[in-house]
């Protein structure tokens, strides 16, 4: 099993920035694809970025050119770097490891942008 620990959330003003951070323990080897998601009230959640084991990576239309995601092998750690925070970007993020036919999510971590 993987397991999933997210951090880096917190109040950010608009137009500020934050990173979060990923770290995954476990069965690592078994992970082929790591995704950010944000979970906003009374909305589907939305998947943000994702990175593959090579570093190939996609992003959301809504934070294309303003969130990197990225990944640390060495660190067993995944980033997600947001720049030019807005509004519409408030929510949980939530880390998820997809492998081997399955995958596994963290427990969140709350992005707030006020302003």
């Known amino acids: 099993q993987v397991h999933l620990v997210e951090s880096g959330g917190g109040v950010v003003q608009a137009g500020g920035s934050l990173t979060l951070s990923c770290a995954a323990s476990g069965n690592i080897g078994s992970i082929d694809v790591m995704a950010w998601y944000r979970q906003t009230p009374g909305k589907q959640r939305e998947l943000v970025a994702t990175?593959?084991?090579?570093?190939?990576?996609r992003y959301a239309e809504s934070v294309k050119d303003r969130f990197t995601i990225s990944r640390n092998n060495a660190k067993n750690t995944t980033y997600l770097q947001m720049t030019r925070l807005e509004n519409e970007d408030t929510g949980v993020y939530l880390c998820?490891?997809?492998?081997?036919?399955?995958?596994?999510r963290g427990q969140g971590t709350q992005v707030a942008v006020s302003g």
């Open positions: 998820y490891a997809i492998g081997d036919g399955s995958y596994r």
């Open positions: 990175i593959t084991a090579s570093g190939r990576t």
